[in-house]
C-alpha cells in the first residue's frame, strides 16, 4: 500500500493550476492533500527527496524551443546526473501528462524526455505518456479526459487499500472549501477618498491569486497607434507604454501584459451577479487556512480592495469559461432545470454541448450569466468569487522597441476581435542581437562592418507593411538591409504562386549561405507558428546544401547537422507565437 502520493505540479503552469479543481474532485482524496500542498507551498525546493517517494503523477510543459520551465530546471538538472545508475528510480512508479502544442516542432519535448529518463533510471509506469495539445479542438481536455480515468484506475489498483476509508471519502456534492478567504471589510467604501491602508501593490495580489511571483510594472500608455491600413483586415497596433520604475530589457526579451475589463463589462457583471450597490465595499482577501499552508509567506499576507477594482483587474469575465467553471455554477444556481444543465457543461459526456455551446461562439462567462438567471441575485457568494470566475490570466508580448532608443516600451499587437489581442512576431532590427566582439575572427577590420538582414513578409505592401517608414529610414542610413516580401501583393504578376519569406530566402541563397558560414551570422525566426518556420527552416538547409550558392556546398545530411549545431549555440533561434 502507498501512503503518499506526490502531485509535481510545475508552479509556473498556468493552464493546470485553473483546473485543480478537477484533480482534486476525482475520487481519490489523497490527491487533494498533496495537490493542495504542491500548490500552496510556494517556493517548494525539489529535492532529492523527491526521488524517494513511491508514487508521483508530473505535470510538465514545454516552453520555448522545447525547454523545460523554469521551476522545472532544478529538478530536471538532477535527474540528469551521470552519478545517478539505472535502478536509481526502481521504487518509484510514475505515471507524466504533458502539456503542449503541436505546432511547436519539438512538441511536449520536456514530458518525453522526462518520461524516458524515469525508465531509464529504473521507474515504472503506471500508464502511457499523456500528451496535451492546444490545438485539439477541446484544447488540452482533449487528452487530459482520456488520461484521468486511465490514471485513476491505475493508482486504485495500488492504493486500493485506502480508497475506501472513511477520512478518504469525499462527497463530490459537498462545495469545495475556497482557496480564498474573502470578507466584507468596510460597506461603503469612499473611492474619492481612500484610506492610506490600501496597497496597490499588483505583485503581492497576483502572487495570492495564483501568479508567479512576479515584478509588476505599472505604466502609462503614451501612444496606441493602428499601423495597418484602416481597410486592412487586420488591426495591427504600436503601442508604447511609459514604465514608472526603471526597467532594463534585452534583445529577445517579452512582457506580460495584466489587461483590465472595461467598465462597461465590470458594470454588467456585478449588475448580473447582483453585487452593483456593493461596488465601493472594500473586501479583505486572504489565502484560506488550513493544515497543509500553516506556514505562511508574502503572498498570504490580507489584502484590501473595493469590489469594483477586484473585478475590474483579476476577475476575465470576458473569457471562455472551462467546464470546471459550469462545475462551480452548479453549487450555487438557485434553479434546479439550471443545475442540471450545468452539471451536463462541465462533466465529460457533455463534450458536445459545451463545445457547441462555449467554444464554437467563443462564449464568454459574461454571456453565460445572461444565459442562466439562477445564478443572478447574489446566488454566487462574495467568498466564492476568486473560486468561480476565472481569474485574470497575462498575455504575453514580445518587446519591439530597443533600450538604446528609448526607455518606453513598445509592443505590437493585432487586435483580432472585440474579444482578444494576440502577439505579432515582427523583430525590429534595432532589437536584433549581433554579436558584435567576434568580428575578427571573420575577416572584418570592425564591428560596424557587421550587418543586420531583414527578410520581412507579410500579405501587402500598401496594407500591412508594418513600420514600413521606419524600417526603410534604417536602410537609408546603412543600418538594415531589407528584402520586403507580400504575398497578395496587387503588384505580383498574376498566376504566379504566393511568394512568402521562405521563397526570398531561396532567391538569396548565395548572401545567406556566404552569411551563415562564412561570416557566423546569427538567425532569427519570428513570426506565426506553424507552417512558416518549418518552412523558413527547410530553406536554410536547402541554401546551405545548394552547390549554386558559392562555396562549400553542404551535403543535405551536414547542412541538417550544421543547423541544429546552429539552434544548440543559439545562432538560430525562433520566437513564434499562436
Ligand atoms: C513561448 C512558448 C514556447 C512554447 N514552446 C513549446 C514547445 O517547444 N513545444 C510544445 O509542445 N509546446 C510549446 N508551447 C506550448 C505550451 O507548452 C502549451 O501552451 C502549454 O499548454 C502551456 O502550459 P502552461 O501555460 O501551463 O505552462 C510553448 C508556448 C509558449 C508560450
Redesign the pocket.
Given at each position: 500500500m502507498y501512503s503518499k502520493i506526490i502531485l509535481k505540479l510545475?508552479k509556473?503552469?498556468?493552464?493546470?493550476?485553473f483546473r485543480n479543481w478537477k484533480f482534486s474532485r476525482c475520487g481519490l482524496p489523497i490527491f487533494h492533500r498533496f495537490l493542495e500542498k504542491t500548490l500552496q507551498n510556494r517556493g517548494y525546493i525539489l529535492s532529492r527527496s523527491y526521488m524517494e517517494n513511491k508514487l508521483i503523477v508530473f505535470f510538465c510543459?514545454?516552453?520555448?524551443?522545447?525547454?523545460e520551465?523554469e521551476t522545472m530546471k532544478a529538478f530536471w538538472k538532477l535527474l540528469l546526473k551521470k552519478s545517478l545508475s539505472p535502478d536509481t528510480c526502481k521504487e518509484l512508479k510514475f505515471a507524466v501528462f504533458?502539456?503542449?502544442?503541436?505546432?511547436?516542432?519539438?512538441?511536449?519535448?520536456?514530458a518525453k524526455k522526462l518520461f524516458r529518463r524515469l525508465k531509464n533510471l529504473g521507474a515504472t509506469d503506471i500508464v502511457e505518456l499523456g500528451l496535451?495539445?492546444?490545438q485539439h479542438y477541446l484544447?488540452?481536455d482533449g487528452a487530459l479526459d482520456k488520461w484521468i480515468p486511465r490514471l485513476f484506475e491505475e493508482i486504485y489498483k495500488i492504493c486500493g487499500s485506502v480508497k475506501n476509508t472513511k477520512e478518504n471519502i469525499i462527497d463530490i456534492n459537498v462545495l469545495p472549501k475556497p482557496q480564498f478567504s474573502i470578507q466584507l471589510y468596510n460597506d461603503n467604501y469612499n473611492t474619492r477618498n481612500p484610506p492610506t491602508n490600501v496597497p496597490p501593490n499588483f505583485a503581492e495580489i497576483y502572487s495570492m491569486i495564483g501568479h508567479s511571483r512576479v515584478s509588476v510594472v505599472t505604466g502609462t500608455v503614451l501612444s496606441n497607434i493602428r499601423i495597418t491600413a484602416e481597410d486592412h483586415f487586420q488591426d495591427v497596433r504600436s503601442i508604447t507604454f511609459k514604465p514608472n520604475t526603471d526597467v532594463i530589457w534585452n534583445p529577445g526579451d517579452?512582457v506580460n501584459v495584466f489587461p483590465k475589463n472595461s467598465n462597461n463589462l465590470v458594470t454588467e457583471f456585478l449588475d448580473l451577479v447582483g453585487y452593483s450597490t456593493m461596488k465601493n465595499s472594500l473586501l479583505k482577501i486572504s489565502k484560506s487556512k488550513n493544515e497543509t499552508n500553516a506556514k505562511t509567506d508574502d503572498s498570504e499576507k490580507p489584502f484590501l480592495i473595493s469590489f469594483w477594482d477586484l473585478v475590474k483587474n483579476y476577475v476575465d469575465i470576458n473569457s471562455v469559461p472551462r467546464r470546471s467553471f459550469f462545475k462551480w455554477c452548479s453549487y450555487f444556481t438557485k434553479s434546479e432545470a439550471e443545475k442540471e444543465k450545468l452539471l451536463e457543461l462541465s462533466d465529460s459526456s457533455g463534450i458536445d454541448l459545451y463545445y457547441s455551446y462555449c467554444v464554437i461562439p467563443k462564449r464568454t462567462v459574461l454571456e453565460v450569466l445572461y444565459d442562466f438567471s439562477g445564478l443572478h441575485n447574489c446566488a454566487i457568494p462574495i467568498e466564492m468569487i476568486l473560486q468561480v470566475f476565472p481569474v485574470m490570466m497575462p498575455r504575453?508580448y514580445s518587446i519591439s522597441s530597443s533600450m538604446k532608443i528609448s526607455n518606453n516600451i513598445r509592443l505590437t499587437a493585432e487586435r483580432s476581435t472585440e474579444k482578444s489581442v494576440n502577439g505579432n512576431g515582427l523583430i525590429e532590427s534595432t532589437r536584433v542581437k549581433k554579436d558584435n566582439t567576434k568580428y575578427q575572427s571573420y575577416g572584418l577590420k570592425s564591428s560596424s562592418e557587421c550587418k543586420t538582414l531583414m527578410i520581412f513578409g507579410n500579405r501587402n505592401s500598401e496594407k500591412d507593411f508594418l513600420y514600413k517608414n521606419e524600417l526603410l529610414n534604417f536602410v537609408d542610413k546603412s543600418h538594415l538591409e531589407l528584402i520586403a516580401t507580400f504575398s497578395r501583393d496587387p503588384k505580383n504578376p498574376p498566376g504566379l504562386p504566393k511568394y512568402y519569406v521562405q521563397n526570398a530566402i531561396e532567391d538569396n541563397g548565395a548572401l545567406i549561405k556566404d552569411l551563415i558560414l562564412n561570416k557566423g551570422a546569427y538567425l532569427y525566426v519570428s513570426g506565426k507558428l506553424g507552417k512558416m518556420p518549418l518552412d523558413v527552416k527547410n530553406s536554410i538547409k536547402k541554401v546551405l546544401a545548394n552547390h549554386n550558392n558559392g562555396s562549400l556546398p553542404l551535403n543535405l545530411d551536414d547542412a541538417e547537422n550544421y543547423l541544429k549545431y546552429m539552434i544548440k549555440t543559439k545562432r538560430y533561434q525562433e520566437?513564434c507565437?499562436?
Open positions: 510545475d509556473f503552469s498556468y493552464s493546470l493550476r510543459s514545454t516552453t520555448g524551443q522545447g525547454n520551465p504533458g502539456l503542449g502544442d503541436s505546432s511547436y516542432e519539438k512538441y511536449n519535448f520536456v496535451g495539445d492546444d484544447g488540452l517579452y504575453g520566437e507565437w499562436n
